[in-house]
């Protein structure tokens, strides 16, 4: 465990086991330089312990990543709850979950992710202030669809000449919480929308609501488009999955689409654009983030925005020095932490 945690330079690593609820708990923590550590906590199965930890670790760094270009004040970390077969009791879990980030003494601050919702967050704030996204606070998807939004106006200004969206033709992959409010904003600025989710009512409502076209989920990928939003689970982007596409962009909420970086060199290399995930999709990190700070929607609102700024400027870099986005994100954000380039993604 020390070889990892030396090989991937993340700054402290913290378990928990309460026999009592169940919880078996991991929370990594990557970089506190700029602020608290801030970042979700997943609640899912995994095969065993090791994959857990590696989980949060990968995870946190990308949170670090995330934080800075976004340019918020925190570092980043990730907590993993390891999901026993049998819950007895889920508040009880959470609860002692919230004594766990509360012993961290404000270094880590949690808010929802894969597998956990805000009443979930509401158990944990029985012991603890570090916690963002509780039922009161609200759910942060809404602005990170605002984000991706903003940053398909920007890709289509790089990669298309003009951020005018009307009649482009937009892939989404996924309908959940952030895909779904990203193709109520696309239709409204006059996208064509084409669609996939394993939920074929999520499908359907589209349909209804937004005249999207239903595309087979194993379809999406290679279906013709002008930008293609994944906005699943993520690692869609392989070098299988890379040949495949047909679009001029790609950009979407999804978190870690690439399976490595040579995949964005493969982008690259086929002229395909690549919003990186983690400056496109971080209005929902800068929501909880300055709303836990007490900032005004006002505030909110104007630091969202700054993401299609930001957006640009990577895509500057990376042409003027003609390397993948992708790359270039890494490497600003790696300037701005001051920490060496990470081994693994
Ligand atoms: P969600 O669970 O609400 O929605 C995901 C949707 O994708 C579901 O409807 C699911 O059926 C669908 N889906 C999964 N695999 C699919 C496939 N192969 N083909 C078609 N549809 C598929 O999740 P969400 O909160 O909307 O988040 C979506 C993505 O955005 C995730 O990768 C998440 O990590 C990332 N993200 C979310 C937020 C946020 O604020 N919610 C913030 C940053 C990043």
Do not use: W
């Not at 009880?92 to 967050?121: H, K, N, P, Q, W």
């Not at 696309?186 to 409502?205: I, K, M």
């Not at 495949?244 to 970086?261: D, E, F, I």
């Not at 983690?278 to 900032?295: F, K, M, P, T, W």
């Amino acid at each position: 465990m020390f070889a990892l945690m030396h090989s991937s330079r993340i700054e402290s690593l913290h378990l928990v086991v309460d026999p009592e609820t169940g919880l078996k708990a991991v929370i990594a923590i990557d970089n506190c330089q700029r602020g608290p550590a801030l970042g979700g906590c997943r609640y899912l199965a995994y095969p065993d312990e090791d994959s857990a930890i590696e989980d949060a670790i990968r995870l946190a760094r990308n949170m670090s990543y995330k934080a800075v270009l976004a340019g918020l004040p925190q570092g980043g970390g990730k907590a993993v709850i390891m999901r026993p077969a049998h819950v007895p009791d889920r508040a009880a879990l959470f609860e002692a979950f919230g004594r766990f980030v509360e012993s961290l003494d404000g270094r880590y601050i949690t808010a929802v992710d894969s597998g956990t919702s805000s009443a979930d967050m509401d158990c944990i704030a029985q012991h603890t202030q570090h916690v963002t996204s509780t039922t009161e606070a609200g759910d942060p998807s809404a602005h990170t669809a605002m984000g991706v939004f903003a940053g398909i106006r920007t890709t289509a200004m790089a990669r298309l000449g003009s951020d005018n969206l009307e009649g482009l033709r937009i892939a989404i992959q996924g309908l959940g919480h952030v895909g779904y409010a990203l193709a109520e904003q696309l239709h409204a600025a006059g996208a064509d929308l084409l669609v996939s989710d394993l939920d074929s009512g999520r499908v359907q409502l589209a349909m209804e609501q937004f005249g999207a076209h239903p595309i087979a989920c194993e379809a999406l990928l290679s279906t013709p488009c002008d930008i293609l939003a994944p906005c699943g689970l993520g690692a869609v982007l392989n070098s299988k999955t890379v040949a495949q596409l047909r679009c001029a962009a790609v950009a979407g909420g999804a978190n870690n689409q690439l399976t490595s970086l040579q995949v964005a060199d493969q982008l690259e290399n086929r002229g395909i654009l690549y919003a990186p995930d983690y400056v496109i999709n971080s209005g929902g990190l800068i929501y909880v983030a300055l709303q836990h700070r007490g900032e005004t929607l006002s505030t909110i609102t104007a630091h969202l925005a700054q993401i299609g700024q930001r957006l640009t400027e990577v895509y500057a870099h990376a042409q003027a020095e003609k390397r993948s986005p992708a790359r270039v994100a890494d490497m600003l954000a790696e300037h701005l932490l001051n920490v060496g380039p990470r081994l693994t993604r």
